[in-house]
């Protein structure tokens, strides 16, 4: 278990003996995240991370539950003093506030209009010796499980000649995540597993690679949701635990009309009963 120290945001040796001094303000960023997660006294179980490279290109591929995902996922790399590009909506790239700090720490923005240049992007980055982070699924998955994912990880690990790194992250979705508020939590728990490398075999297609890639981060996911040492503290509190584990969160067949919906531009809001149906479901759980 880790918890963020002020050791560690002042350790001068926390990005290996000699870092790249172009990635300076990457570091001074991370620095600035360990400061915040040691104020919110996250607790970190992050295993896997001797399965990054010390050197040469990767693609670590996760699922998404949060928005602070790539935040909880550069730890896993941290071990082994390597940076991740992660790749992400040009969107956040334009923010005022995210803008620059995305910009400065050379993540990948992707034009979902254009993922032509994203791709090369993150191709040549991967050629250069980086370590890509991808959320493959595309957008946050509402139902808490790994979604279709997109064929583009498995063809830039192809095109590259890099492996793919299967990895889980849980427990951030408490915080932060689509259609519910942020909550600042003390004290929660976030899970990072990172398993073992996919190696593209010699003539494999991207769509068989892909599926090992699936198959893997359903493994690391489920392991991640078994093994969470916190539970819910009530029943209006399972929100955050997957249909299939007891939660209320929406099932994956749930999920993916919602995404349509949205994807079509109408907006999906979450239908809460009336304030006295709510207190007479309450008393009945009582019983």
Not at 46 to 52: D, K, L, M
Not at 131 to 144: M, N, R, W
Not at 219 to 240: F, I, K, V
Request: proline letters at 8%; a positive charge; hydrophobic letters at 45%.
């Amino acid at each position: 278990m880790y918890t963020a120290s002020w050791r560690d945001v002042v350790r001068r040796d926390l990005f290996g003996p000699s870092p790249d001094p172009r990635d300076k303000p990457y570091r001074v960023i991370d620095r600035i995240v360990l400061l915040v997660f040691k104020a919110f006294g996250f607790r970190f179980d992050v295993r896997g991370s001797e399965h990054v490279p010390l050197s040469g290109g990767a693609i670590i591929s996760s699922n998404h539950v949060s928005f602070f995902d790539f935040m909880f996922l550069g730890l896993g790399a941290l071990p082994r003093f390597r940076l991740v590009r992660f790749m992400a909506k040009a969107a956040v790239f334009h923010h005022w506030l995210s803008g620059p700090f995305m910009r400065a720490m050379q993540h990948i923005p992707v034009d979902r209009k254009a993922g032509t240049a994203a791709f090369e992007s993150a191709v040549r980055a991967l050629k250069d010796g980086e370590v890509v982070g991808v959320f493959p699924e595309a957008t946050i998955s509402t139902s808490f499980t790994v979604k279709d994912l997109k064929a583009g990880v498995a063809r830039m690990a192809v095109d590259a000649g890099v492996p793919i790194i299967p990895a889980a992250v849980w427990g951030g979705q408490r915080i932060a995540t689509k259609g519910h508020k942020v909550q600042w939590r003390r004290g929660v728990q976030v899970t990072v597993l990172l398993g073992e490398p996919l190696v593209p075999e010699p003539g494999e297609r991207p769509q068989a690679l892909l599926r090992r890639t699936r198959t893997a981060m359903e493994a690391l996911l489920d392991e991640a949701q078994r093994s969470y040492p916190q539970q819910p503290a009530g029943p209006d509190d399972r929100w955050w635990l997957p249909a299939h584990l007891g939660g209320t969160a929406p099932t994956p067949e749930e999920a993916s009309v919602s995404d349509s919906l949205r994807a079509a531009g109408k907006e999906v809001t979450a239908e809460r009963p009336h304030p006295v149906k709510r207190l007479t479901a309450r008393l009945r759980r009582r019983r």
